[in-house]
């Protein structure tokens, strides 16, 4: 292969998340006009902020090698708490604190069963997430709450022209590039992931660093919940049911690999946008919310099947590079 053509292989394959997103837009501009509109691109950011800071959780614990199942239960639970909190003390302040407190303590609970009692967490987190779902009906009775007033700010409100929601996602967004470029834990979950015995060798905490992927994936679920609830304008103890698969689709779409030890923040993003514009296009287009599922399910089936090829890819160019420089050793 030329030099010429490996670059431009080494490009499209660094950048190909992006250069999907980019025909994604392109196509959604040209199927609908209105999609292009101030009002519809901004409400497309409104409404995928959650899943997004939901995604950039799921993405540190799946670049560890790990997953989280109760996210969407978890949001519930802190975010019907959260209203509760504001409703009796009618601080802002109090309830966002207690709901990023609720998030963090189930996560922590996630962290001693996959770290101390070595239970898979994808059985640990589908654990919680029936108890965190129980916790938020029992709490509520099963009911939803309602009269949220001033707490709507969260989801609803604005900062000049741009709102709340996607503030938040701008802020989680650039916090979560900074922790995975540039702190030393960033660095250690890749390791992790990549090859977990590798790690330890290399003394690196492992431990510790899991405790600390669910405390932050526990901060998210806090925030997420805040935002969920006040969008809705109610506090829903059924509400976001099967929002860890909207985490999970943007991180995979974004080239996060399911095997650990591969994934970026803004291909996460990327991700999340891909899917926001996709479920756009197909609701301007009048496509069923049954079909919508279906495409939704393809997509994730498409990207792990991609992961798969690529890893295999990989591997049989290190066997081959390994064998080479076995033939080279015998001469």
Not at 23 to 34: Q, R, S
Not at 77 to 98: D, E, K, N, P, R
Not at 293 to 316: C, W, Y
């Amino acid at each position: 292969m030329s030099k010429g053509k490996f670059k431009n292989s080494k490009f499209v394959e660094k950048y190909s998340i992006f250069i999907v997103l980019l025909a994604m837009f392109i196509l959604c501009a040209v199927m609908n006009e209105n999609f292009l509109s101030v009002n519809n691109l901004t409400n497309v950011a409104r409404q995928l902020s959650v899943g997004t800071i939901i995604a950039y959780g799921e993405m540190l614990l799946v670049i560890a090698g790990l997953i989280d199942l109760s996210v969407g239960s978890v949001l519930a639970l802190s975010g019907v708490l959260s209203i509760a909190c504001y409703q009796s003390t009618g601080s802002l302040v109090l309830a966002l604190v207690l709901a990023v407190v609720i998030g963090v303590l189930c996560n922590l609970v996630n962290a001693v069963l996959v770290t101390h009692f070595d239970v898979p967490a994808f059985i640990a987190t589908l654990a919680m997430q029936t108890m965190a779902r129980g916790a938020a009906l029992l709490y509520t009775k099963g009911q939803n709450l309602l009269q949220l007033k001033d707490f709507t700010i969260f989801g609803q409100g604005s900062v000049g022209p741009i709102p709340m929601p996607i503030i938040f996602m701008v802020v989680i967004t650039i916090i979560t590039w900074y922790i995975m470029n540039h702190t030393r834990y960033g660095r250690s979950l890749y390791a992790i992931g990549g090859n977990e015995g590798a790690a330890i060798a290399s003394g690196i905490n492992v431990k510790k660093n899991k405790y600390i992927t669910y405390i932050i994936n526990g901060v998210f679920a806090g925030i997420a919940g805040v935002l969920f609830m006040s969008r809705v304008n109610a506090g829903l103890p059924n509400g976001a049911v099967g929002y860890e698969m909207e985490g999970l689709t943007a991180t995979i779409v974004g080239g996060t690999s399911f095997s650990g030890g591969v994934g970026t923040t803004m291909g996460t993003l990327a991700g999340a946008f891909i899917i926001g514009f996709l479920n756009n296009i197909m609701n301007l287009t009048g496509v069923d919310s049954y079909v919508q599922q279906i495409v939704k399910g393809a997509i994730i089936a498409f990207a792990v099947v991609l992961d798969i090829r690529s890893k295999n890819k990989k591997t049989r160019k290190v066997i081959l590079v390994a064998d080479d420089t076995k033939k080279e050793e015998a001469k």
